[in-house]
């Protein structure tokens, strides 16, 4: 599905980076699409050399959900650029969130903070977040050792690092916060936690950029696909909207009628007719989930979310060999869903969605579905080291974000089914950990929510992004009274339509933080003048932080010494 591509493997990895954002990570059993997608590609990214600092795996041992407490440490892994270094020059850490560091690797090579430690002669890095990745405190991971993941442990790690790592290409110079600007980048989780980072510890980070950073934990997210439904192509987002009601009219409006479920369900073939109501249409989102992962670099952006769009308003059935064979029976539902199926419009829109999710492989037999565990939770049950998992977690221990479909409101046709209910999607937190109770979502909002504001946290945000709802740039949050300044810059970027490749307007989720790459440059690919301005205007508000810090005198002198 990617075409092939000078520089494939960095792009690749890009795209990766861009994927692993919590959405993806919502629905584990669609995991094994994702990876179909990618299996083939070999990632050549830069290379930066690698290393691990020791830290403690406990930061809180006067806090009882911690114990048994523990004194032990482990490596916290993390890939260094010294490449634009000069000495007196400041530390720009990038934040990998909730995926393995390595993924974020085209962000050290390109994009807004190689630009940021270019033009400042600082030290570039990307710091992995504990659990994810290599940097698990545990060799082996278990219901039991996963409770020192949360996020006030991993903002500790955080501020650790930077009061005391010694770079090893310049152990001959003191880099720590004490006496060097640490500027923290990051988008999405990512965004949240640096946004956190800088007001929990001001004596260590000096500024902080939020990208899309979420920084309110919601339990109930149904605003997930509201950005999509108000921005995405008009004819698409209301042909998935009517396919869906007929699908919910036939499950919902005849819930009692099994018969029709399972005509419904052999319609879509392949194992769709095995899987429970709620199962079913939770692989109907499909398609329309790769929204958020599109960006302005058609390279790096997935093309998934157009050629969905495509499929389903076409007007000629796309897949004859897989829909001629289910029409009559897919007009019969039609009809008892309340539709007309004299109407060839919807008829072959809902044929081409079934075609869609066929050649797609959605509803195949990947064999490798997670049984709902019944395990005995009262003794460590074993896990599965995965980003998955560690994110699951977090959504569970105190994020949520479980993106419904029943709580959306009567006047809005959702694009998901309205069987998909909090329930539903937040069963996994007793099967997988034995978590019952709900995400304490106040130990993230306790640190501002939607009303985060702090000097020297810039927030930058994309108009069409699913999970702006989640950030201070909210619809319904008076976030324009703020008024940007540049202490506390506040960016919403909002791309024409014409200008991103796939014609769809906005921005989605942290469009600021890749950049092109220099051969892109090379071949004259051109950067939508938005996100040219964004790069510029942070590396401009970066520059006032920069130069307000306390001690130059320290700098001069380690300068100094440095040339001597
Ligand atoms: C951390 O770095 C040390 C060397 O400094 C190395 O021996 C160790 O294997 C590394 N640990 C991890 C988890 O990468
Ligand atoms: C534990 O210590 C931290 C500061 O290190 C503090 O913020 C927190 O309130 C303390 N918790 C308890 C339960 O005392
Ligand atoms: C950690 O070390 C401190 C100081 O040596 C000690 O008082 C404490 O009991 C230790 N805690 C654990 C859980 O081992
Ligand atoms: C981790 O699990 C493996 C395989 O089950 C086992 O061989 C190993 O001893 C375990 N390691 C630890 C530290 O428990
Ligand atoms: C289920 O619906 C079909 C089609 O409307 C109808 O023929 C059948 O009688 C219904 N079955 C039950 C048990 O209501
Ligand atoms: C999926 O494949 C497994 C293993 O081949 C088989 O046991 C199972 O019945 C298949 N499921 C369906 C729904 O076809
Ligand atoms: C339909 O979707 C498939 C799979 O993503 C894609 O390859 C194809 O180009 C799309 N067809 C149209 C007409 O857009
Ligand atoms: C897709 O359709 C073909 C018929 O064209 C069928 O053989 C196959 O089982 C279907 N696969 C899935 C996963 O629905
Ligand atoms: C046919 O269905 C389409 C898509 O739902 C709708 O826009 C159109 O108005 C319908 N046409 C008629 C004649 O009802
Ligand atoms: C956020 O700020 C607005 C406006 O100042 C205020 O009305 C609202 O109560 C605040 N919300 C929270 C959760 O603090
Ligand atoms: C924003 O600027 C306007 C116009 O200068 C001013 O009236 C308003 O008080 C400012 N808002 C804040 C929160 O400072």
């Given amino acids: 599905m990617f075409r092939s591509l000078p520089l494939l493997g960095t792009l690749i990895a890009t795209s990766l980076a861009l994927d692993s954002s919590p959405l993806e990570l919502r629905l ?58 000069r000495p007196g020059g400041p530390v720009f850490v990038i934040a990998a969130g909730e995926t393995d560091g390595s993924d974020r690797i085209p962000f050290l090579s390109q994009g807004v903070v190689t630009q940021l430690a270019a033009a400042y002669h600082g030290v570039g890095l990307i710091l992995e977040h504990r659990y994810y990745g290599e940097s698990y405190p545990f060799a082996n991971l278990t219901t039991e050792n996963i409770r020192f993941l949360t996020t006030e442990q991993a903002l500790a790690d955080y501020a650790y690092f930077a009061s005391n790592v010694v ?115 939770s692989y109907l989102s499909y398609g329309l989930d790769s929204f958020q992962s599109r960006n302005w670099d058609e390279s790096v952006g997935t093309p998934l979310f157009r050629a969905f769009c495509n499929n389903i308003t076409e007007s000629q059935l796309l897949y004859p060999g897989t829909t001629d064979p289910i029409s009559t029976s897919v007009k019969q539902l039609i009809e008892i869903a309340g539709y007309s199926d004299s109407n060839t419009t919807l008829v072959t829109n809902f044929l081409n969605w079934i075609g869609f999710l066929n050649t ?41 974000y479980f993106t419904t479909g029943s709580s959306v409101p009567s006047t809005i046709q959702p694009l998901i089914s309205r069987l998909l209910d909090l329930p539903y999607l937040s069963s996994f937190c007793a099967s997988q950990f034995g978590i019952s109770t709900p995400p304490d979502v106040q130990r993230i909002n306790q640190h501002g929510g939607f009303n985060f504001s702090y000097p020297r946290v810039a927030i930058i945000g994309g108009l069409a992004d699913p999970w702006r709802d989640a950030t201070p740039l909210a619809d319904g949050v008076d976030w324009e009274s703020r008024n940007s300044t540049d202490s506390e810059p506040v960016i919403l970027l909002d791309i024409p339509a014409a200008d991103v490749w796939d014609g769809v307007r906005g921005a989605v989720h942290h469009w600021d933080q890749n950049g092109l790459s220099k051969q892109e440059s090379k071949d004259g690919n051109k950067a939508p003048k938005e996100i040219v301005s964004v790069h510029k205007e942070a590396v401009r508000f970066v520059g006032v932080w920069l130069g307000e810090w306390k001690s130059s005198a320290v700098d001069e002198e380690k300068l100094y010494q440095t040339v001597l």
Avoid: M
Avoid at 268 to 279: M, R
């Fill in 167 to 281: 770079f090893p290409e310049l152990e001959h110079l003191d880099l720590t916060a004490a006496t060097t600007p640490w500027i923290a980048y990051g988008g999405s989780y990512a965004g949240a936690f640096v946004a956190f980072l800088r007001k929990l510890y001001p004596e260590v980070y000096w500024g902080a950029v939020s990208s899309s950073g979420v920084t309110e934990a919601i339990i109930d997210y149904w605003e997930y696909y509201e950005p999509i439904r108000l921005y995405g192509p008009a004819p698409c987002i209301s042909a998935l909207q009517t396919s869906v009601d007929i699908v919910d009219r036939i499950l919902i409006d005849h819930a009692d009628n099994t018969t029709l479920a399972a005509q419904l369900k052999s319609a879509f073939g392949g194992i769709a007719p095995s899987l429970g109501n709620q199962d079913f249409v």
């Fill in 360 to 400: 797609s492989e959605v509803f195949a037999n990947s064999s490798s579905t997670e049984s709902s565990s019944t395990a005995d939770f009262s003794t460590p049950q074993p896990l599965t080291k995965s980003s998955g998992t560690s994110w699951n977690y977090q959504v569970c221990v105190e994020w949520g």
């Fill in 28 to 85: 584990p059993h669609l995991h094994h699409l994702r990876q179909l997608s990618q299996h083939s590609f070999e990632v050549e990214s830069a290379t930066f050399p690698v290393y691990n600092l020791s830290v403690p795996i406990d930061h809180f041992h006067n806090e009882s959900r911690y114990e048994p407490h523990t004194n032990a440490t482990f490596g916290l892994r993390y890939w260094l650029d010294t490449s634009h270094y």
